[in-house]
């Protein structure tokens, strides 16, 4: 009589090592005594090279282990163990890679059951119940495990468990996708082993095996993992969803811990852990609630930083099928974004790129030509991606950007967003130093720019529009004096007429555009001629270097304490700020400052004026902490 105990079972998958070799360790059980011989047989019944009654150790005790080394991946493979006339054998078994689901409801599988992908012959599951099948949606069953932490104690019979599986309509997951296109991917068969529970938290996978006397999810999972006898290919987790609330400044400490005592448990220090950035939700959140579900988002997309062998991809840009989860053809991308993310951690078969990385943001800035004018295009950020493959694109439209103020409202600023390889350029109406962008805004936004691979852009924000600058507040305050007709050409003028009619103080707040800092003086100009002038007074507490930034749509000179400093008479529609600059010193005190705009029958507006302090230090300009001038209407 002889028995395996334990170390191989019945449709299992053995995880292959680097030489794409795989080794079981086996207990056997018996009366048999005398040498312990090992046939492995393929699936058209032929042994295995130097697997042929090979021979493995002399049988001295009742109990002993043997030792199964090289065996090559594929399968399916029958093992046969003889000694002194005695068998045991398994009938089918594999070698390739194992992966662990884990994480929450989107890793269980939610999706409808009909989009589901179809078994592979190559693709195995180690299920709930910690038995090996043949995979097939739904491979979560929280019935099935023998754990009260999945199902109260009240675990299913097997015909139940198979009955549950048949009525399934709902249960797609990324799993079974993924591991297709990994098995086509490298040749080899693929294992999954099923550990995800649906509605929870960072705090319930805490990294102890009990929770008050009884086995928790972390628990839980370790002991399928360690049902096998083998070590695995990597972890693919989704979760986070439950920690989009009060829990969301500790995600990051926790995911450290958890991935760290994995991999410690595991004995795998480099484990791969390829996780999923959240995808979207539906329904009321409040705008606090909102931005708790970006602030996860963003913690998730900063892990590879932090988490060594950690690889994030997108989800935001990916069908549901209903208020948070994935559909079918959802987790159909998920997949092949986790395969390819797999493969490159893993450092097996083809390297591909990482998923796009954000690189870098602009500050807004005026497209201009190479001799130096504007285009015409307004102001522009724009955004870099490292990791780009074939260059982004989009199906419609490029869409999910967003810049918002303080306060995180939408500014809805960006009326136009074009791709340009690596790069995304962002056409603002608006664009404040103190605003910052995001990608991905809120619980529903609208994102679908991807990689030549497929790629989504990760949710990001809120970030920083270029370095920060010392940008001073808009003039708004002016004496504005109704338009005259000049002897002389605008740019000929040396200083304002000294004879100007008298004019109103004026503070303006652009209603009608909703454009901070925009002197709009249309609806006073239409249909006349001439030129308007415009008088302020600033008052430098000291002395100061300032580029002074201006915007205008018509012809344009400015005057600083009576000498001209500025003349553009190129000057058209549309007004955009920021457009021109020139730098200048001025001395403490008091200074004048005055505007002449050519109104061209009212086909001009207005303008924009405004200073950026260029003489002081990094910590000065991150902190705010440095002087400003004072504006008054002269």
Known sequence: MLQIVSGLREGQVLQRNRRGQAAARLQLTGSARGPLTATIWDGKGRALKGWRNKRLAARKKESCAAELRGIPAGGPYRLELTCSGATAAVKAFYAGDVWVLAGQSNM??????????????????????????????????LAESPDAVHNGGQQCAPAEGHRLRRLAFKGTGPGLFFARLRAEATGVPQGLIATAHGGTSLQQWTPRRKLEGQIGLYGSALASVESTGQPVAG??????????????????????????????????PGLPWVMVQLARVYGRRTLKEEAQWNRIQEQQRLLPDIIPNLGVVAAVDLPLDDNIHLAAEGHEVLARRLELEAGRLTRVGHRPLPPPRLK???????????????????RVVEVAFEHVE???????????FAI??????????I?????????????????????????????????????????????????????????????????????????????RLEAPPGDLPVGRVRT?????????????????????????????????????????????????RLWIDGEPFFTDM??????????????????????????GMDIRRGQSWGFFLRFVRQDVSAAQRESGGYARPAYHAR
């Open 235 to 268: 972890v693919l987790w989704y979760q986070g969803e439950s920690d989009a609330n009060a829990a969301v400044e500790a995600y990051t400490e926790r995911m450290k811990k958890l991935v760290r005592a994995w991999r410690r448990d595991l004995k795998q």
């Open 570 to 595: 190129a000057g058209i529609n549309p007004c955009f700020a920021d457009e021109s600059s020139k730098t200048v010193r001025l001395k403490k005190g008091s200074h004048q400052l005055a505007v």
């Open 360 to 378: 870098s943001v602009s500050h807004p800035r005026i497209i201009k030509d190479r001799a130096g004018k504007s285009t015409g295009e307004g």
């Open 390 to 400: 074939f260059g982004l694109r989009a199906a419609g439209l490029p869409s999910g």
């Open 508 to 556: 303006y707040v652009d209603d009608v555009f909703k454009l901070d800092g925009f002197v709009n003086e249309h609806p006073r100009w239409i249909g006349r001629t001439g030129v308007a002038f415009f008088e302020a007074r600033m008052t430098l507490p000291e002395p100061m270097r300032l580029e002074v930034l201006m915007g205008y749509d018509g012809p344009f």
């Open 415 to 491: 009326f136009k967003t074009t791709l340009h390889g690596d790069k995304v350029r962002l056409h603002v109406s608006e664009a404040e130093d103190d605003f910052r962008l995001h990608y991905g805004l809120g619980c529903v936004p609208v994102c679908n720019i991807v990689d030549g691979p497929g790629h989504g852009l990760p949710v990001f924000g809120p970030v920083r529009m270029g370095l920060p600058r010392a940008v001073l507040p808009y003039v708004t305050r002016w004496r504005a004096h109704p338009p005259v007709v000049l002897e002389v050409p605008l740019d």
């Open 404 to 413: 918002v103020d303080q306060e995180g409202n939408d500014r809805r600023a």
């Open 108 to 141: 269980q599988g939610c999706g409808n059951i009909g989009g589901a992908a179809r078994p592979h012959p190559a693709v195995r599951l180690l299920t709930m119940r910690r038995e090996w099948m043949q995979a097939r949606e739904p491979l979560h069953l």
